[in-house]
């Protein structure tokens, strides 16, 4: 059987440099793929020697998608080698700051990033508004700007815009492919919300300054706390706050899930045909303190979608490889092995031991792992987590799914669309037990300790879940200063390349089988890559010493 | 410093002006050895025919500076830095020279009643006494002369006039002779005076002091009143002891003598170099101007020689004479001449370019001819042809300010000025050299008529900010041109504004807001709209490089996004790998389809840093694998601009951190030019990039840019100067850890490590996130991220101390 190779790249409407190339048999199946990260930095390398103290500021620019999750995971592990407790207030703050993120995130993955593989603007222009306003009631009882003058306005715009000439980032898409599927009506309404998204993102990243003093790069954490002491204290700052997280749910609520539901009806085949559907191993290591005991999100792992079977999940068990990533596992740490791309270009694949990413390849009990929204929603919803249960079930029963549909390239934004909303309800408990605090005079924001009777060689870890998955940041501190540091990120998980294993990550096995229409225009590929939201400046990190284990960081049992 | 200034003409009174102006903490002197104060030579003809008395013709002394009379220096004490008078003594820590020249005349007319040289007032005044004899003799007929004798040919108590000239010719010798012609017709006309060419005096003779009857070589004239107009030489016989003298005071290009504190400017210099001796005002004026330079060490500039332009209206004709300071004899001549209009147009040249232009009642473009001298263009024949015909400005009125005649009437209709002294104000028309303040004055005059009453009247900073104005909107429409392959125009930019739900207020405050953080009069936001208008038409390429995208993200988070947005993501940002549609090989045929067909119109955003080891491959993008410094290189090769964004674009930011493990540089650096843009910051605020965009398109130049190359406006304020908490570091109330009390009542972040002291840009008034927030008021600090090294200097929470650098 003869292979063709497709190279993508770059693939756009994604954070960072991620190459994509598949092997097609004659029919256009995918038989075998490879994702690889195409730029290195070295941010580890530059940590090193330096004083603990300062992680957080540079380790922040790892990612400015993803920003503020590598700032407080990097501070967070930090805080962990010191054993430095968090005041109360600090905490909730720093969660306030995530979860604005979360929310921010999401919405600008769906509409901005990842929309335009469902949604085809030119289809859109044949549509008629007042059909579009019926339809969109099939998803909802009360759509998001839904009067048929609004959808007149959107077309009328939109043909200006094409007429103009310049479709600025909407030009070269690969507009009337046969994988498009929305109805004209349909294709309006997302357009309009794509647009209503636009102005959504910044109201919300408003949130996000408030405590956090800017974003992207937010600079408001240090290591014991928080500094934007004087911003909690004021009532309106927390009010403006509250409002913003109102404004966002309505359009969560009225556009975002109805969407998801849109495109689960239309979209439905390929949902029940578990398109873009990866090995089924889930991994989350839960987190965000709820009531008591509780947590936003279950720890928990999945295998092969075996939703009865959730093991909790043990740091013990994550190593990472590099047998076919351009680091060297043989000679001194954290060496670069770069062995180049073929003559044509392409990936160098044709050997098992040929490298070909910058990305690292962490594994979980030596398994390939998929993580982010989906993986959170199967394990906290499995383990009977109070607060999301309503919201999947709501999901699955207005759209027939059941719960393994979700693992697939269209669920995986249902997924994400349907934490969001629950994030939503989790933002105003936290602010309220914040106002609680304040209330009865607990204003402390900062754990005081003396930096110079602190140990001198210590360790520590953090986990977290941000939005594209989980999220660990290690530390091992020699003489006060940073002797080494690691990152496994959210993207390292899925993006990972493969090991002598042969196995697969997240992105690489959801791409196999995928029937790619025309080969000029991968557009199947982009929607199954997408689906994941890759973060590529997150993912490529170097591996400590010969790799493998992390027991190294491991100085506490949690 | 004390500044003594020997003279007491206009380059004396320039001098002290501007010395004052530019540094008023100096002790300014002026020694003239005259008995009136300053007054302009330009205008002693109105003393002769008693139009102005002295007062009238006087110059305008800055009031701060001292004025010592009758103090002729006899003798400079170089070594103790002093001048001597007869009467006095005066010390000088810079001395400068600026003592003219004297008359030369045939024969001393000291203590002779009835002969003069014609160079001061008191000359004037025994000029006007001789009003009364029979004739008057005007020996030689430079500028001066010529004036003097149209002046003596008005008053009708003087009844003869002979013109007594050693050649054949009038004002100048290389005028053709129908030009001399014409002249010599408008002088002859009333019959009251004569010319005798190749005539000379022969003898005279000489009783009581006065001279009785006069010899020429044609002609004896009884009881003549004799006027010497045959030249003059510096006036530096004083100084010849002390100081190296060749025609002048030998100075170099700065106007400085052989003796360091000792500078000589105007008609008793020479610089040395050129061999070169001042004639005209403007000249004078641009050596003070170097020697001013020199000596407050300011932006010091050599002289250059530049064309110069005389004018002459002597009744009913006018004469314009613009000569290269190189115009020698070895020319051709191109004349062109109207009988009709009494107009002779003489252009000189040699090696086909323009050396000299001579016009009488000439109606051409004086300052066109004037470029053509300076710039040394090759001279066509056929626009010479065109320009004799009168512009619509008119003609050039005043050489000195380049004002012509409509640019004043227009002036006057704008701004309802009634008087010469109310035109200060507006220009300086009239004022520079004087000569033409008569003709400045007429032009208000017969303009009065075409003052509206009911106009509301301009200030002189709306005709200037008018003026501004219209230049921005022609740079624009210039653009326009640029750029005609967009098919956007203002009409259909609306409509797709409004297909976003963006209202005209929105708009409207917005483009406010961007003026007003580019430091504009708000006059300007009609332009700036028009700027943004067409934003949309340059296709712009955000290229990410070894970078977080923390710049795309910033851009799309930025103040009134939507607008911004529109801006740069949906119509001019044609190729921006976060955002465009298409991936793989569409995206670059966009790319190839930019940098291929639009060269040298598309403007190149740069975030991240440029890795360089292991030949840049760190970094691959697309298809062919090209490195990211491959692919920079050949995007930035045709690009109209090229901006780096973010301080990873700067100086390879976090990236390039120490050890620099992927050898990673700015975008400056990786390129080896240094016309690039920075606009750094973690991340840069987007209103920095969307008011460099504005700026390159209003002004078709860079904006001022400081040592890195950041745009001044946006990175010229310290952000320890405006910051919010300024006052609590002023009172000494400072946060002494985290979460104090003082943090929790907003005191200065200084003892925590706040690096605003160190760092440059407008963060303290712009904020972040629609002016949510910044990192002060967040209560952090800020850690310099606009400076260079920042994250091994400045990106942590400690007091910056200097050694830390080492």
Partial sequence: ?558 | MRIVIVGGGIAAVYLANNLKKQDSALEVVILSEEKYRPYDRIHLCRLVDGAEDKEGISLVLDPRVKLELNQKINTIDKQNKKVFSDTSMFSYDKLIIATGSVPVSLFSVEGIKNAAVFRNADDCVKIKEGVGRSEFVIVGSGPIGLELLETLNEMPDVQKITLLLRGSHLYNVNLSIDAIKTIEKCYTKSGKIRISYGDEIVDKSIENGEIKLLKTKKLEIENPFVVFGVGIKPNIETFRESLACGKGILTNLFMQSEDEDIYAVGECAEIKDLGFVAGHVKECTLEADCAISHILGKETKEFKLEATIDMLKVGEFDLVDVSSPVFNSEYEKIVIASKKEKRIDEYFISDDKLSRFIGINSNVDVGYIETLINKGEDVDINYLYQNRLIGERGRLICSCEHMYHQDLVDIVKQSGIGSFLELSDFSEAGRVCGRCKMMVSNIIQDSQDLIDPDMPRKSAEDIKREKEIAEVAKRIDKFNLLHPRNELSTDNLESAMASLDIGKHEVNSWISMVTASMQLHPSFEQVVEGAVCNLNKVPIVWLELADCSGNSEAFIKSTNPAIEELIFDYISLDYHELLMSASGDQSENILEDIIKNQKGEYILIVEGAVPLAMDGKYLRIGPQGETGIELLKKCAKDAALVLAVGSCALDGGVVAAAPNPTGAVGVSEALGREDIINIPGCPTNPINIVGTLLSYIMFEELPALDKLNRPLWAYEGRVHDNCERRGHYELGEFVQEWGDAGAKKGYCLFEMGCKGPYANVNCPTMKFNSGTSWPVQAGHGCMGCTEVGFFDKFANERKYVEEQES
């Fill in chain 1, 1 to 558: 059987m003869s292979l063709k190779k497709i190279v993508i790249d770059p693939i756009t409407r994604i954070e960072g440099h991620l190459r994509a190339e598949v092997e097609v048999d004659e029919t256009g199946i995918v038989r075998e793929a490879y994702v690889s990260g195409q730029l290195f930095r070295g941010i580890e390398l530059i940590l090193k020697g330096r004083d603990p103290r300062d992680a957080g500021l540079l380790a922040g620019r790892i990612c400015g998608v993803c920003t503020n999750s590598h700032f407080r995971a990097a501070v967070s592990c930090v805080e962990d080698a010191y054993s430095i407790e968090l005041p109360k207030n600090a905490q909730i703050i720093r969660d306030l700051i995530a979860m604005a993120l979360f929310i921010q995130d999401h919405v600008v993955h769906f509409y901005h990033l990842h929309s335009l593989d469902f949604v085809d603007v030119t289809s859109a222009l044949q549509a008629d508004p007042k059909r579009t306003s019926k339809e969109a009631h099939k998803y909802s009882d009360k759509p998001f700007r839904n009067s048929h003058s609004h959808y007149e306005d959107v077309l009328v715009k939109l043909q200006n815009f094409v007429k103009a000439g310049k479709l600025g980032p909407f030009s070269n898409g690969y507009w009337g492919h046969v994988d498009y599927k929305l109805t004209p009506e349909q294709n309006l309404i997302l357009i309009s919300h794509y647009l209503e998204a636009l102005k959504f993102q910044t109201n919300i990243s408003r949130a996000v300054a408030i405590f956090g003093g800017k974003t992207p790069h937010p600079q408001s954490i240090v290591v014991g706390g928080v500094t934007s002491v004087a911003d909690m204290l004021n009532p309106q700052r927390l009010n403006d706050y509250l409002f913003i997280i109102k404004e966002a749910k309505e359009f969560i609520d009225r556009a975002y899930l109805p969407d998801m539901k849109l495109l689960v009806d239309a979209y439905k085949d390929e949902i029940k045909a578990g398109r873009g559907r990866a090995n089924g191993n889930f991994l989350c290591v839960g987190g965000y303190e709820f009531e008591g005991e509780q947590r936003l999100f279950c720890n928990g792992v999945i295998y092969a979608h075996d939703f009865s079977a959730i093991e909790e999940f043990d740091e013990t068990k994550v190593s990472e490889e590099i047998d076919r990533a351009w680091f060297s596992g043989e000679a001194k740490e954290n060496e670069v092995c770069y062995t180049d791309l073929n003559e044509d270009k392409t990936l160098k694949t044709a050997k098992n031991e040929d490298k070909y990413s910058w990305i690292k390849a962490p594994r979980y009990d030596g398994r390939t792992m998929e993580t982010g929204p989906l993986a959170r929603v199967f394990v906290s919803y499995s383990k009977g987590n109070r607060l999301i249960k309503s919201f999947v079930e709501e999901f699955l029963s207005a759209t027939d799914l059941e719960l393994l549909d979700l693992s697939s390239t269209v669920g995986r934004n249902a997924a994400r669309a349907i934490e969001t909303s629950y994030i939503c309800e989790y933002i105003f408990k936290l602010v309220s037990r914040l106002i609680q605090n304040v209330k009865y005079y607990d204003t402390d924001t900062w754990t005081k300790y003396d930096f110079g009777i602190l140990e001198k060689n210590t360790a520590g870890r953090a986990f977290f879940e941000v939005p594209r998955g989980v999220l660990s940041h290690f530390v091992n501190i020699k003489e006060a200063k940073i002797e080494n540091f690691s990152v496994i990120a959210p993207t390292t998980w899925n993006a990972t390349p493969k090991n002598f294993d042969g196995l697969r990550g997240a992105y690489e096995e959801a791409l196999i089988g995928l029937k790619i229409e025309d080969t000029s225009k991968p557009l199947e590929v982009l929607k199954v890559l997408h689906s994941f939201d890759p973060c590529l400046a997150c993912a490529v990190h170097v591996i400590d010493a010969k790799g493998k284990e992390l027991g190294a960081y491991k100085m506490k049992n949690t």
